[in-house]
């Protein structure tokens, strides 16, 4: 969303980040055995998708693969297959699975998808694997359709862009220990007349949450050709602990309830790395750390 940088999309359902904000990283190689030679579809692999807060902000996912072929596997290839997608998304850092191990490939997701009804339309998943013994297919498990979600989130984005650009700006605090301080939520209209954003809520984080509230809550309109608006919420160190700080990509990363036109959703509207370097300073002086 122009500068904005969002990642996330609750769109009338609690969002599912997989296996939470800290799955492991894909393991390391191994030693190389001979490759297996069995082929055909689901012949010995089960797959799924997984997408932890990291993988959220890296703009990926990442597809598991379990090898039961009963041989190693050094895929030459890993491809995601999805009807909601134009084509295959290509698997990154292939590197051998042992007979019994399940391993996690990384999987760029699209970052101007199509955003008509193909796009919310759920149908086949499946991988495929190519290495030197033969080829592989097997259906994915995605339980908490990460895909979707992700696809859900940037035409939701798209949308909103054509209304209002949301960013954050840097957080202001006096230093003190103990202190509050003030963060700033810009919504700047794009100028196109015809669209209104209600800001409804925003969310806390492990590392900054609303001052005496479970939540903000700015009940703030902008209208799509009007003023510049800038929502400020008092904020309050959600915790006083070292971490608070090694949290995953979510610490600095807000919710945003919002109704585009009347439409609820919710966007997650992330600090960039000066103003999260604001924020970060603030916790750490208003503790004491």
Known sequence: MGRTRLAGLLLLAPVLL?????DPEPGAAAPTPTPATTTGAGAGLTAELRQSSLDVARGQMQVWVENRTG???LPTSVRYVDDRLPGPLVGERLREVPDGARFGFVLALPQRPGCGPAASRR???????????GRWSAPVDDETDVLGRHLAARCLERAVDRAVELRWLAVRHDGRRGSTATMVLEARPSGTPGHVVDLDSVSGTPLLGAAGAAHWSPGVR????GPVVRVRLEARAARCDDHVFMEGGGSTAFRVGLRLDGEPGQLLVRMDDRVSASAVAFVRESCGL
Do not use: E
């Open 18 to 22: 997989g296996g939470g904000c800290s």
């Open 71 to 73: 041989a190693a596997l």
């Open 222 to 225: 902008v209208a799509s050709d």
């Open 123 to 133: 149908g086949r998943q499946k991988v495929r694997v190519r290495a030197d013994g």
